[in-house]
């Protein structure tokens, strides 16, 4: 892509609403637009490292078996009625009339619409277990939209839904997809902790936040500091080892807000290892058992001719919050440098121009095509700016490499330059072989 070209609105002024730093960087990247109070366009650049983030997410639920489906964002009000959820879900939900004066809703989440779906297609116990999912918007009308696509009203989300025969069962799901979250995060450069959340009136111990740290979240989490550094990459996805997995993270006290006490996190936690922090949650993964197949009447025949409402969990991932999340991670001192799996372009490559001499952009032309016939994804910058200026565009727009063709490059060799790393002078083939390789990590 030729920068000339990109649809890129940036601005060199920060926006005065704009209070935390990634939604001051999505508006100045011009990676979003407002387009009323919690509501988003999201423009090219913005758009594609979304869609990035959505793959690696879908990536690593079809690696624990999850199928991909999609539902519609406006579902009808009858099943919302049939769970109870109609009127408790309050002024968060978005109720819709159509000509008929059917009454609708738009979906902030989907278990009814789920639950609905397996009911009439699922009856015996032979088909379970199933994991479904979707990724598709969803509203709530959120009384304090802030943050940009921190806290929005329509937001981008993917949401599961696992379907077991027995609790024992539904805690095998349950973990894999605990597994499955800790690869999405870890893909996308983010440690995200598990913290212990409250299950509300249902009751037991299974719900868990994904949290990842930031002075500006807005979850308030305690924690015994080692559970960051538990190690996730010796495990493999058999039932096992994802068990095993599973209590390393037990074994360390890790609670959000709602699960705080004060006596049981000081003698729990050394004072040393003890951790008071804010975090921005990332996901949310829940088993509630019958709570919704009850009242819908969702059940399977058994092998002995008896009816079993089917047990459930769902698995929430903030996908538009994660773009904000990972900038508040990786956006320091005004300089962006997003993860190499969801930057929006592999490399940035970079002529100086001096006056009325063309040869570096010729050049850098040249590299350009080949990069492209290697299948790396290269945005060149081919306006006359003056090199300062460009290197600013770029602390923004937050590629992770930079090909800089200027005096440090000579006919052959290239000035290869990693944001907040090493330069080194590099040959054409040899930054293509660091920037493949780069990728295949990924
Ligand atoms: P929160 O406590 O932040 O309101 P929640 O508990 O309501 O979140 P869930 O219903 O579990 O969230 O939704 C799953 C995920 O969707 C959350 O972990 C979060 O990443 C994301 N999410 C929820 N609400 C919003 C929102 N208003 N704007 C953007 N992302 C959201
Ligand atoms: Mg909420």
Known sequence: MHISKLFIPLLKETPSEAKIKSHQLMLRAGMIK????????????????????????????DKIGAQELL?????????WKESGRYEDYGEEMLRIKDRQGKELLYGPTNEELITEIFRASIKSYKSLPQILYHIQWKFRD????????????????KDAYSFDLSDEKAKISY??????????????????????????????????????????????IYSDKRIFDIDITSHNDSEKSIKDLRKKYDEYYAVTDDKFRKEDFEKKVKKE???????????????????YSKPLKCSVDLQDGKKIDVKMGSYG?????????????????NIMKWPESVSPFD????????????????????????????????????????????????????????????????????????????TETLSLSEIKDKLLKKRNLN
Not at 276 to 291: A, C, R
Not at 317 to 333: D, Y
Request: net charge positive; aromatic share 10%; glycine share 8%.
């Open 34 to 61: 407002q387009s009323s109070t919690g509501i988003y366009s999201w423009l090219p650049l913005g758009f594609k490292i979304m869609k990035k983030i959505e793959q690696i997410v879908r990536e690593e639920q």
């Open 71 to 79: 539902m519609p964002t406006i579902q009808s009000a009858e099943i």
């Open 142 to 157: 959120e009384l304090r939209p802030r943050f940009g696509v921190m806290r929005c009203k329509e937001f981008f989300m």
């Open 175 to 220: 973990n894999k997809m605990f597994f499955a979250y800790l690869n999405t995060f870890k893909r996308l450069g983010l440690t995200a902790i598990p913290m212990a959340a409250e299950t509300g009136p249902i009751g037991g111990d299974l719900s868990h936040e994904f949290v990842i740290l930031a002075d500006t979240g807005e979850s308030k």
């Open 273 to 291: 290892n003890q951790l008071m922090t804010k975090g921005i949650e990332v996901g949310h993964i829940f088993y509630f058992g019958d709570k």
């Open 317 to 333: 991932i903030g996908v538009s919050r994660l773009v904000g999340a990972i900038i508040e991670a990786k956006f320091n001192n």
């Open 347 to 422: 490399v940035a490559l970079i002529p100086s121009l001096q006056k009325n001499d063309k040869s570096n952009l010729l050049k850098a032309e040249k590299i350009y095509k080949s990069l492209k016939e290697s299948n790396i994804d290269v945005l060149i910058d081919d306006t006359d700016e003056h090199l300062s200026a460009k290197f600013k565009k770029f602390d923004l727009i937050g590629i992770p490499y930079q090909i800089i063709i200027g005096t440090k490059s000579t006919n052959d060799k290239f000035e290869f330059k990693e944001v907040n790393g090493k």
